[in-house]
């Protein structure tokens, strides 16, 4: 978190690892735009090891693969690896993995097929 103007802002890898799942495939632009302001994986891996953000990694590893960074998304999968933690990439921008979420977003979705 910084502090600008007396108001708190949280730093973009922060806001990255705080992201839900569903908001890369609700705001897919947004979250393309702020993926691609990323340069290196060393900008976010520091609060990824530092919170033991295994699946948080996963996905923002696939987030990044989804854009066309494979370096940093490597990088991501490598560090967290190296580190010990058991990371599966997954790419969150994929709408299809809302078809088996359990109960009612599952339901909608099927029913719009």
């Given at each position: ?13 922060a806001?990255?690892?705080?992201c ?8 897919a ?35 990044f ?49």
């Amino acid at each position: 978190m910084e502090i600008k103007e007396k108001i708190r802002v949280m730093t973009l890898p922060a806001a990255l690892i705080s992201c839900a799942p569903g908001y890369y495939s609700n705001n897919a632009i947004e979250a393309r735009a702020a993926l691609s302001i990323i340069s290196d994986a060393s900008e976010i891996l520091h609060k990824l090891l530092e919170g033991g953000h295994s699946t948080v990694a996963g996905r923002l590893a696939g987030a990044f693969r989804n854009i066309g960074k494979n370096g940093i998304a490597d990088n991501i999968i490598g560090a967290m690896r190296d580190a010990g933690y058991s990371t599966t990439e997954n790419d969150p921008f994929q709408k299809s993995q809302l078809k088996n979420a359990p109960g009612f977003t599952g339901d909608l979705e099927t029913l719009h097929l």
